[in-house]
T-cell receptor, first 113, second 114 residues
Framework: AQKVTQAQTEISVVEKEDVTLDCVYETRDTTYYLFWYKQPPSGELVFLIRRNSFDEQNEISGRYSWNFQKSTSSFNFTITASQVVDSAVYFCALSEEGDKIIFGKGTRLHILP | DSGVTQTPKHLITATGQRVTLRCSPR?????VYWYQQSLDQGLQFLIQYYNGEERAKGNILERFSAQQFPDLHSELNLSSLELGDSALYFCASSETGVLNTEAFFGQGTRLTVV
């Protein structure tokens, strides 16, 4: 069965600090997809990234970067030089081939000015 | 703006009542997914429709039902409402019928059962 664990329930950092959100997943499939979504205070779910299981290359998009390590079943998300606007709940999610997207419980990130 | 439209944004109703939540997918998307977000259960997949047909089912209660119409909009019907049904209900859409494609979420309908 597929499972996503986000052990960090809530994190607070001061603006401009770097912060890493952890995500550990479980799956029996060799083909699967990993996602990160952001849920700002306004409530909508904003898609950030999708990565398939065959692509372990790390990705950087501006201040955001993702570290995918199959050996540890982790797909961690780092925000560099955090800003107050980054305050949100971040969800890691997993989808096996042709199956539903399963979300972790989310990490609430507070960026303090 | 994801292009997925959900109405209404907020809904307050009494226990035992029935409500209908509506979702219009992005233009060109054939697949619609419904999710429930509650404090204790997190984001739970409920059901998926693809081009009018039910494609996948998750943790959807028997009191809940959904359908997708020929114009591809979808409705989620919740009946015999209980206090525990209070949650944020999201609709998502994607181009294909495969759930692991990039799914665009609507802004959600916040349902409060009193």
């Amino acid at each position: 069965a597929q499972k996503v664990t986000q052990a960090q329930t809530e994190i607070s950092v001061v603006e401009k600090e770097d912060v890493t959100l952890d995500c550990v997943y479980e799956t029996r499939d060799t083909t699967y997809y990993l996602f990160w979504y952001k849920q700002p205070p306004s409530g909508e779910l904003v898609f950030l990234i999708r990565r398939n299981s065959f692509d372990e290359q790390n990705e950087i998009s501006g201040r955001y970067s993702w570290n995918f390590q199959k050996s540890t079943s982790s797909f961690n998300f780092t925000i560099t030089a955090s800003q107050v606007v980054d305050s949100a709940v971040y969800f890691c999610a997993l989808s096996e081939e042709g199956d539903k997207i399963i979300f972790g419980k989310g990490t609430r990130l507070h960026i303090l000015p | 703006d994801s292009g997925v439209t959900q109405t209404p944004k907020h809904l307050i109703t009494a226990t035992g009542q029935r409500v209908t939540l509506r979702c219009s997918p992005r233009s060109g998307d054939l697949s619609v997914y419904w999710y429930q977000q509650s404090l204790d259960q997190g984001l739970q997949f409920l059901i998926q429709y693809y081009n009018g047909e039910e494609r996948a089912k998750g943790n959807i209660l028997e009191r809940f039902s959904a359908q997708q119409f020929p114009d591809l909009h979808s409705e989620l019907n919740l009946s015999s409402l209980e206090l525990g049904d209070s949650a944020l209900y999201f609709c998502a859409s994607s181009e294909t019928g495969v759930l692991n494609t990039e799914a665009f979420f609507g802004q959600g309908t916040r349902l409060t059962v009193v």
